[in-house]
């Protein structure tokens, strides 16, 4: 599901260059007494992802629709099945039965006051030269998770639905209660938009594309170009993620095939009441274009052509769907391959399946990518090569209705995890050319470190057309964030929005996920298919290779690794500075009184247990199945067993999707979310937790010492 920020496109005009051969001795690598033998091993599994196979593996997997918990989709998981047997992984089709609704009803007309028929939708996406679109198995445009309902009412604009959109609606005294709010994607996570609407006193929401966000603003809109066309629309999820994933009715619980009834709880702590529908901005536009009220502040004009007003007044809207919820029967692929030095130690690697019509790009990029990582790993299998630590690759089902595979699964494996040492993430494996990645800030040197072994079809390696790129790009550099001496390039936060969330913010999973994104306007809609892919985003399917060999790099690299190359000086350094904003924000939010001394004295704890660390980890000798252990429960010590205030599934207190925001990380979420609220004694509360947190973690590291 996850939507990273388009980045701007640029052709870097390099020579291309030929890797490798240029190396004879290997450089020291982080985790390794020495890498020679290692070193052979990567560059037989680089030699095997194929660019031509991975075209194949798309082709099969988008020849449908395969939403999740459809005939297609339990297709798609044959296919990946019989690929991780193929390559000799120990393979298991996992059921789980989880609510998931699907549209049976979707129905949106606009009047004007004379109650002349204005739009009557929605309308069936179509454009002239798609040839996937008129498939019968494409279903109406829908929300994951919405509210059935049959509501008529004024209409409001309320711009990106951000909870500063809503103030500035209530500054202009402009009331929702009892209003249909239309507003456009973009800025946040569309389940925080519904649900704020919904908070607001909306009884009904319409979520639109508008042009200037994705559509012909950007650039040429499909089929001439990437971008959105007049017709398309972006499904999604509207859960709300932030309070928990998965499953709604079984938070903590795994929905296996067996469990009885009587352990589900209500849903309606995680999903929205009132009835949404996703918009094409074609069907948004006659309702935009009647509305009344008062001029927008000018942030809020899109690129329709005409002057957008906020309402009420001008229209009125008869919105209508009915929503069947059932639990459905889902299914997760799960390739293993038993590890024979430390076959506890889980090294995991995963991407999702289902997808909301063909996902070219959402996700089955991402599917291909990893089939053909499962392939270089089946190469070394095949030649009597095995790993030290067990490596499971899986491919996750309904992630696009909230990341309910991924979750279900990692609440059925519970305390097992606790010695799976990564979880490596691929979602929008490749949208276009440009490699980013986000990461726990003790991985974010590993990836930049094995990226450069890894050859970009730009020429040069993945690292260096990565640096190049962000050189020639400052939204890359987050203000704020600024990167220290030595990481060349910078490296995002996990946030949500993908299933690495199970992971890392509920079990504390050290945790990546990589893409390779570009322009990427179809996000969600009929037009994310194959057609759309060779297109626009990777014609010779030479990124999937590319994401393969640094997908499957990531797992062969922590799987042989001598000490787990986990780097606590960098987190503890991101840590204190996150602390250090914390600080200067609270007498801004009127809470001076704030003692932050024992948790800037713990971080700093942290710090010295962290070099010390290091030091160890070079040296490589001694007790290392000891070392390992402490480097691995340092990350399970910043999780809390309270979890986050009103959402304790979220365990990790460094890290958390924000609760308006839903896909962004917030940083120490439990601190800043009570800065944020004003609310004094809950701050005080969340920093002693955080306190505790690091004092635990530096405690951990000692005790290798
Ligand atoms: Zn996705």
Redesign the pocket.
């Given at each position: 599901?996850?939507l990273r920020k388009p980045l701007a496109f640029c052709l870097l005009a390099l020579a291309a260059t030929v890797l490798g051969a240029s190396q004879s001795a290997p450089t020291p690598v982080f985790g390794y007494r020495d890498f020679t033998a290692e070193s052979k091993i990567e560059e037989k599994f680089l030699a095997v992802p194929d660019a031509r196979l991975a075209g194949q593996h798309l082709k099969t997997l988008t020849a449908a629709p395969h939403l999740a918990a459809t005939p297609e989709d339990r297709k798609t998981a044959e296919y990946v099945a019989q690929k991780f047997r193929a390559a000799g992984l120990d393979t298991e089709i996992v059921p789980y039965r989880v609510l998931l609704n699907q549209p049976k009803l979707v129905r949106v007309e606009a009047y004007d006051p004379a109650g002349k028929l204005l739009m009557a939708g929605p309308t069936r996406e179509h454009v002239d030269g798609d040839p996937f679109q008129d498939d019968p198995r494409v279903m109406p445009p829908f929300h994951g998770s919405s509210g059935s309902g049959d509501v008529t009412g004024e209409v409001v604009y309320a711009n990106y639905g951000r909870i500063e959109d809503f103030d500035q609606l209530a500054a202009l005294h402009i009331d929702l209660h009892g209003k249909i709010a239309i507003i456009r994607y973009g800025g946040n996570f569309r389940g925080v938009k519904v649900a704020l609407a919904e908070q607001r006193g909306a009884i009904g929401v319409l979520l639109y594309s508008d042009p200037q966000d994705d559509g012909y603003f950007k650039g040429d809109p499909w089929p001439i170009g990437p971008w959105r066309p007049d017709t398309a629309v972006q499904l999604g999820s509207v859960q709300h993620l932030w309070q928990y994933p998965g499953d709604s009715e079984t938070p903590g619980v795994a929905s296996t095939l067996d469990l009885p009834p009587s352990a589900r709880v209500s849903s309606d702590s995680n999903e929205p009441r009132i009835p949404s529908i996703p918009l094409s901005y074609r069907d948004a536009t006659p309702i935009l274009k009647a509305l009344a009220g008062a001029s927008v502040p000018q942030g809020w004009q899109g690129a329709l052509p005409f002057r957008y007003h906020a309402g009420p007044g001008g229209v009125r809207v008869h919105l209508v769907s009915r929503q069947d919820y059932q639990r459905r029967i889902i299914w997760d692929v799960i390739g293993k391959v038993k590890g024979t030095e430390f076959p506890d130690e889980w090294v995991i690697a995963g991407n999702?399946r289902d997808a909301w019509i063909y996902g070219a790009v959402?996700?089955s990029s991402g599917t291909a990518a990893m089939l053909e990582a499962v392939h270089g790993i089946g190469a070394l299998l095949h030649q009597g090569w095995r790993p030290r630590r067990t490596i499971i690759f899986c491919s996750w089902d309904a992630?696009?209705e909230g990341l309910i595979g991924s979750t279900e699964w990692v609440e059925q494996q519970g305390k097992a995890l606790d010695h799976a040492v990564a979880y490596f993430n691929t979602?929008?494996a490749v949208a276009g050319p440009d490699f980013s990645a986000s990461a726990v800030p003790s991985l974010r040197q590993f990836v930049r470190e094995l990226t450069r072994a890894v050859p970009s079809p730009l020429g040069g390696t993945v690292f260096q057309q990565w640096r190049l790129k962000q050189a020639g790009d400052k939204s890359a550099h987050p203000a704020g964030a600024p990167d220290a001496p030595g990481e060349e390039v910078h490296v995002g936060d996990l946030g949500s929005g993908?299933d690495f969330t199970p992971f890392f913010q509920h079990e504390g999973v050290p945790s990546t996920d990589i893409g390779s994104g570009g322009p990427y306007g179809v996000y969600h809609s009929v037009f994310d298919n194959y057609a759309w892919y060779t297109q626009n985003a990777d014609p010779h399917f030479a990124y999937l290779e590319e994401m393969a060999r640094v997908l499957g790099l990531e797992a062969l690299r922590m799987a042989q690794a001598d000490v787990l190359p986990y780097d606590y000086v960098a987190y503890a350094r991101t840590i204190a500075s996150s602390l250090e904003e914390a600080s200067r924000k609270a007498p801004v939010q009127g809470i001076g009184s704030l003692d932050f001394a024992p948790a800037q004295a713990a971080v700093a704890r942290f710090a010295v247990a962290a070099e010390r660390t290091r030091g160890l980890q070079l040296a490589a000798t001694g007790d290392l199945p000891r070392l390992n252990l402490a480097l691995r429960r340092a990350e399970s010590a910043l999780l809390s067993d309270q979890g986050l205030p009103n959402r304790p599934w979220y365990r990790h207190t460094i890290y958390a999707p924000g609760e308006f925001t839903g896909y962004a990380a917030v940083v120490l979420p439990g601190v800043n979310e009570a800065l944020d609220a004003r609310d004094s004694s809950r701050a005080a509360q969340q920093l002693m937790a955080l306190t505790q947190a690091l004092d635990r973690a530096a405690r951990t590291l000692e005790s290798a010492h």
């Open positions: 599901m996850t999702h959402d996700p992630e696009e979602d929008v993908s």
